[in-house]
């Protein structure tokens, strides 16, 4: 079974500085996709950004990026101009398609807590 | 924009009761989930539907059951509530479409007392 592990339980950063939350996972498989997900406080999930194995380009979003390592099973996220409303739990999730035997079901890290200082 | 709508935002129930947690989306998508979000675990899934009447086993279904009568609507039902499932329910929806992304509801706080 895949698993995901974020190895930061919680971090910080000043307002307006580069954060990178770093995400490992474990598959046998060469297609999956990847995603990062935010849950501000008392808030809904929202998804950040989505990456697929296939894709060697690393998926970027605004201020948001990846720095995807297929060979490490490597997928942090980098937050640039880091802002207070960036202030959530992050989550690490992996799918493996269905075209390669696996379901719609998305497998989640612990999540890492960033908090956002002024 | 996609809508996930959990019924109740904070619920509290007693040992031993039954208990049903709806979720409802507006956007046709197929598949429906339900997880459960505890501090430290992250987010762990429950069971999860591909169509109407289908429900599939996730990784902790114990003490739990769902029901999807219709397209939009996902139920999670606890038997026989106990304290050790206090905790957040997430319900979420996606399209059939290959690593499609999901949509999220607001959760459900639960607590068994």
């Known amino acids: 079974a895949q698993t995901v592990t974020q190895s930061q339980p919680e971090m910080s950063v000043q307002e307006a500085e580069t954060v990178t939350l770093s995400c490992t996972y474990d598959t046998s498989e060469n297609n999956y996709y990847l995603f990062w997900y935010k849950q501000p406080p008392s808030r809904q999930m929202i998804l950040v950004i989505r990456q697929e194995a296939y894709k060697q380009q690393n998926a970027t979003e605004n201020r948001f990026s990846v720095n995807f390592q297929k060979a490490a099973k490597s997928f942090s996220l980098k937050i640039s101009d880091s802002q207070l409303g960036d202030t959530a739990m992050y989550f690490c999730a992996f799918m493996k398609p269905v075209s390669q035997g696996g379901s719609e079901k998305l497998v989640f890290g612990k999540g890492t807590k960033l908090t956002v200082n002024p | 924009d996609v809508k996930v709508t959990q019924s109740s935002r904070y619920l509290v129930k007693r040992t031993g009761e039954k208990v049903f947690l709806e979720c409802v989306q507006d956007?046709?998508?197929?598949?429906m989930f339900w997880y459960r979000q505890d501090p430290g675990l992250g987010l762990r899934l429950i069971y999860f539907s591909y169509d109407v009447k289908m429900k599939e086993k996730g990784d902790i279904p114990e003490g739990y059951s769902v029901s999807r009568e219709k397209k939009e609507r996902f139920s999670l039902i606890l038997e026989s509530a106990s304290t050790n499932q206090t905790s957040m329910y997430l319900c979420?929806?996606?399209?059939?479409?290959?690593?499609?992304?999901?949509?999220f509801g607001s959760g459900t706080r639960l607590t068994v007392v």
């Open positions: 956007m046709d998508h197929e598949n």
């Open positions: 979420a929806s996606s399209l059939y479409r290959e690593g499609y992304g999901y949509t």
